[in-house]
């Protein structure tokens, strides 16, 4: 029997060191295309929550995740269903819509059209043309589950034939960083704002309405029957906080896409022999256990919400030295350096 | 089978088809034509028309789903167009190839002598077979090739010839494409599209493949890398996202495997180019650009240019870098010089031109231009700088008035012009609104050269798909065919 090497390396020398333009566009595909998953959640749990509980205050969560506060009320005077679902779904002035995401993911999908498989650019030129055409008419709010819906699943479908398809060299690295730095990003974002909304307060503890929300919380992450299985009777605001960043076995929680962040990095760095990992890779590693060593009670008592913030602040950091090691500014970048 | 279930046959799907007196290869060829031709016609025959239409239909959305798109000039919104695609395949015989084969060759050989020559020693103007004026005044001769000798003599490394065919079939060069020539893409991607969605058709049929291309193309990019490179690193320029073009950028980069770059992704230090990756700069050998001249360096070009790499055509003259195609091959495909082309293939090649050029009157000429102002309502007139049909006047389509207006700009501008007599060109059975009715066709062969010239079989078959028209382009509501070569 012949023996066939398996492993991508050595590589066709055109393919072995993948062009700056395309490592960045790919961060960026992946990290729209799980902003737009994340964001077709959100909206689909709060509508879904609202109506429940009746009110019409859930909506200005969503605009307090995105730290939109401004932008969204130079627009509109109150976030109501129709006002915030507009912002963020059909309004093509508003950089976080899912319109102006849909126009992104094309660009870089447009880019990166050498690179990815038909498969993979087939769905997103169709994807993208639909979405980016969604309009008022589409997002009343008897079609609002089915439209998040499908949003949902044109994303998991993406990243289905992406996991399928794309072939397995830097590129697909680069992906992986971006579709993790996203989910890491998008997890400590939702804990921040609905642990403050969601907080229990007073007679509220423990009833119905209560959990309903945090019940909500944990299905807008898709972690509802997973939390369920592992903590059967732990029901309480500490215990999903703890499960969304540090479980895991949990595919959305903090920990688990800073592992996998983690072992990209390693990978770019030993399979690839790129330099510049180094101080990246410990960055990420300080994260890392700083998560582990803290109880989520320890968490919560020193600030839940300064310590989502120092995360968020250094997961910006963790981008910026990816994007300062491998698409420098022009000026930077010396001939001869590199492996 | 009989003369008279043959009858009947063609009475289906091409029971309405009127060819009222012009050349067309499936079914008004005068001669007998060859079996597999006539396999062709019969299969044909047999489709039924609502058949014929859902296959139609079915390839639109295939096309729509891999978005296959060109960007239509005048119409600055619509950027991502589908190219209409016909499934009525266009077909060559085995002997019809060969004759365009040998002629592009011919032609591909002839330009490359052209080209060194004028740039060298020029014994081409010193012997008065073409005035000096036309070639070395001409906007498109560049003054930082001269002298320069570029690997291999190769100055035109993927050429386009267009070719049509008048009343009795025979094929007519209009038009040289020596510069950036487009539309390969859709030749490769046409015949997947027809085995896949008419495999009907085509089953059993000896076609001679096009799937090469690519490797080919790439092989003779490696071979004119500048010397002593072991593994030549072998890119595509393209200008971008935004470009006509960028699908068949993308398209061959991927056929090639080789990366697609922009002037953003190049720099040059040293007199060398490299590329930007995240390993840091890698060195870059040969450069097939889809980038014009103007745009390749700010440096020598057009300054304000964002496109192209400052300090490409010094690494260039140094020898560090190839560009396919050269630089300057626009000389060589004017519509001006288009008309001494016969005249220069007999000058560096001592033969007969095997493909004849349509009969051209040059306005810079005063007998050419009192005869084109005399007949004017004959005759197509072209503007010799232009590409994609623009500018065009057809003589028997003009009313009076723009006619007029015509011999306005002929006699400000003469030798911006050229003329050249209507051709009834061939036509092709094509799927239309109203049934299978005949359009026009043209046809552009792409030719590679590397140490040798290869011919890709077939070849870009255009269609106008608006009934009577003869403008081809896709530009101007032209769509395109699957050219099948006969293999016997």
Redesign the interface.
């Given at each position: 029997m012949t023996q066939v090497s398996v492993f991508p390396t050595p590589v066709?020398?055109?393919?072995?060191?993948?062009?700056?333009?395309?490592?960045e566009s790919t961060m960026w595909l992946a990290r729209y295309m799980e902003r737009i998953e994340n964001m077709a959640r959100l909206i689909e749990v709060t509508g879904t929550s609202v109506h429940a509980s009746n009110m019409d205050a859930g909506w200005d969560s969503v605009i307090r995740i995105n730290a939109d506060e401004e932008t969204f009320f130079l627009r509109h005077k109150v976030a109501t269903e129709r006002t915030v679902v507009g912002f963020y779904i059909t309004d093509p002035d508003n950089p976080d819509s899912i319109v102006s995401m849909a126009r992104c993911v094309r660009?870089n999908a447009?880019?990166l059209?050498?690179l990815i498989s038909?498969e993979m650019?087939?769905h997103l030129?169709?994807f993208t043309r639909w979405a980016m055409d969604l309009g008022p008419d589409d997002v009343g709010a008897s079609y609002l589950s089915t439209l998040c819906t499908r949003l949902k699943q044109e994303c998991q479908t993406h990243f289905g034939i992406t996991e399928g398809t794309l072939y397995r060299d830097?590129a697909w690295l680069?992906y992986l960083l971006g579709k993790n730095l996203e989910r890491a990003d998008q997890i400590t974002r939702l804990i921040d704002i609905k642990y403050h909304t969601l907080l229990p307060c007073g007679e509220g503890v423990g009833s119905d309405i209560d959990l309903s929300q945090w019940t909500s919380v944990l299905r807008s992450a898709a972690a509802y029957h997973a939390f369920r299985r592992v903590l059967p009777e732990g029901m309480t605001p500490a215990y999903i906080v703890g499960f969304l960043l540090k479980n895991d076995g949990f595919p959305r929680s903090l920990s688990t896409s800073l592992r996998c962040v983690y072992s990209v990095l390693g990978s770019?760095a030993g399979e690839?022999?790129?330099?510049h990992c180094g101080p990246i890779l410990e960055r990420v590693e300080e994260l890392r256990v700083t998560l582990a060593e803290q109880t989520v009670e320890d968490i919560i008592l020193r600030g839940l919400h300064e310590y989502m913030d120092w995360i968020q602040r250094e997961l910006r950091l963790i981008q910026n030295e990816i994007a300062g090691a491998?698409?420098p500014p022009?000026a930077l970048?010396?001939?001869?350096?590199?492996? | 089978m009989s003369d008279m279930k043959m009858a009947a046959q063609a009475a289906g799907l091409f029971a309405t088809y009127d060819v009222p007196d012009f050349f067309c290869e499936l079914l008004n060829r005068k001669d007998i034509p060859p079996a597999g031709l006539q396999q062709v016609r019969d299969r044909l025959a047999c489709f039924d028309l609502a058949e014929l239409r859902r296959r139609a239909a079915a390839v639109e959305a295939q096309f729509y789903r891999l978005g296959i798109t060109f960007t239509v000039y005048s119409d600055r919104e619509a950027i991502d167009r589908v190219l209409p695609f016909d499934v009525i395949p266009r077909v060559l015989t085995a002997p019809e190839w060969d004759h365009v084969e040998r002629g592009v060759q011919q032609r591909v050989r002839a330009i490359n002598l052209f080209l060194h020559d004028i740039y060298h020693e020029r014994r081409i103007l010193r012997d008065g077979v073409i005035p000096a004026q036309l070639v070395l005044g001409n906007a498109n001769y560049c003054q930082a090739m001269v002298g320069l000798d570029v690997p291999g003599g190769v100055y035109v490394h993927i050429n386009g010839t267009d070719l049509v065919r008048d009343r009795d079939g025979r094929f007519l060069v209009l038009e040289d494409n020596a510069r950036t020539p487009s539309g390969v893409s859709y030749v490769l991607e046409d015949r997947q599209m027809m085995l896949r969605l008419m495999p009907d058709l085509a089953s059993g049929l000896d076609l001679r493949p096009v799937d090469e291309y690519g490797p080919r193309l790439h092989r003779a990019l490696a071979e004119v890398a500048p010397a002593g490179v072991d593994d030549p690193q072998v890119v595509l320029l393209s200008p971008g996202i935004y470009n006509a073009a960028y699908f068949e950028h993308v398209f061959l980069a991927r056929e090639m495997g080789i990366p697609l770059v922009e002037g953003r992704d190049l720099t040059v230090e040293d007199g060398r180019v490299y590329m930007r990756t995240v390993a840091g700069l890698r060195p870059v050998h040969s450069i097939y650009r889809r980038l014009n001249d103007d745009f390749l360096d700010p440096e020598v070009f057009n300054p304000d240019s964002l496109l192209g790499v400052p300090g490409l055509v010094d690494a260039y003259r140094r020898g560090n870098v190839t560009l396919a195609n050269a630089i300057g091959t626009g000389v060589a495909d004017d519509k001006a010089v288009y008309a001494y082309m016969p005249r220069i293939i007999r000058y560096y090649l001592d033969e007969e031109p095997i493909l004849t050029n349509v009969e051209t009157h040059i306005c810079a000429e005063p007998e050419g231009l009192a005869y084109t102002l005399a007949n004017l309502e004959h005759l197509v007139v072209k503007p010799v700088g232009e590409s994609g049909g623009y500018g065009l006047l057809i003589g028997p389509h003009a009313t009076q008035a723009e006619l007029e207006d015509f011999r306005g700009r002929l006699r400000a501008d003469p030798a911006n012009y050229i003329s050249q007599p209507v051709i009834s060109l061939s036509v092709s059975p094509t799927l239309c609104p109203a049934g299978v009715e005949a359009r026009h066709v043209d046809l552009r062969p792409f030719a590679v050269t590397g140490r040798e010239t290869w011919v890709l079989p077939g070849g870009l078959s255009r269609v106008a798909l608006r009934k009577g028209s003869l403008v081809v382009n896709s530009s101007q509501g032209g769509g395109a065919k699957d050219t099948w070569v006969l293999a016997s």
């Open positions: 066709l020398p055109g393919l072995r060191n993948l062009l700056s333009r395309y490592a660009e447009r880019v059209r050498p038909t650019w087939m030129n169709v830097q680069f770019l690839y022999r790129l330099r491998f698409w022009v970048q010396v001939a001869g350096n590199g492996q | -």
